[in-house]
């Protein structure tokens, strides 16, 4: 995606989407193109509110109705740790690994999948610890259901 200034996302032999890298990153227009392009947490869950329902805790989402059954996709790298207790969602760490830069922890019960979280070198985090997440409803992108 370094190279153009315009990519074409296609599936199956048709067109998927169209856009600038960072359009295609950040706001997929489909579960496809969300899971194609970098690493992406699929969510399902109920919308209540203005929240995603989900089993640790309720997440602030930008939408105004409700609805049983929604997807949204939430890129690791836009959720931030939390101490337990805070945060819009919390979980208990499965996995920490040392990415370099950053490292990925894998989080179980925060959501029916599990998460995974981009955390700096900074935060200490290790396996078995309950954590807080906090994730802005910017963060959160709705996808149309699959056909």
Do not use: W
Request: hydrophobic share 45%.
């Amino acid at each position: 995606m370094e190279l153009g200034d315009r990519v074409v996302v296609m599936q199956k032999g048709a067109i998927a989407q169209i856009g600038t890298p960072r359009e295609i990153y950040f706001t997929p227009k489909s579960r496809f193109v969300a899971e194609f392009i970098g690493a992406a947490n699929i969510v399902e869950a109920a919308i209540e509110g203005g929240h995603l329902v989900l089993p640790g805790g309720r997440q602030p989402i930008h939408c105004d109705g409700d609805m049983p059954a929604a997807v949204a996709m939430i890129r690791p790298e836009t959720i931030r740790v939390a101490s337990a207790g805070s945060g819009s969602l919390s979980g208990i760490i499965d996995s920490v690994s040392f990415i370099g830069d950053r490292q990925r922890l894998v989080v179980s019960g925060a959501s029916n999948r599990l998460l995974t979280v981009d955390a700096p070198n900074t935060v200490r985090a290790k396996a078995g610890e309950r954590i807080g997440l906090s994730i802005s409803p910017d963060a959160v992108r709705l996808l149309p259901p699959e056909n």
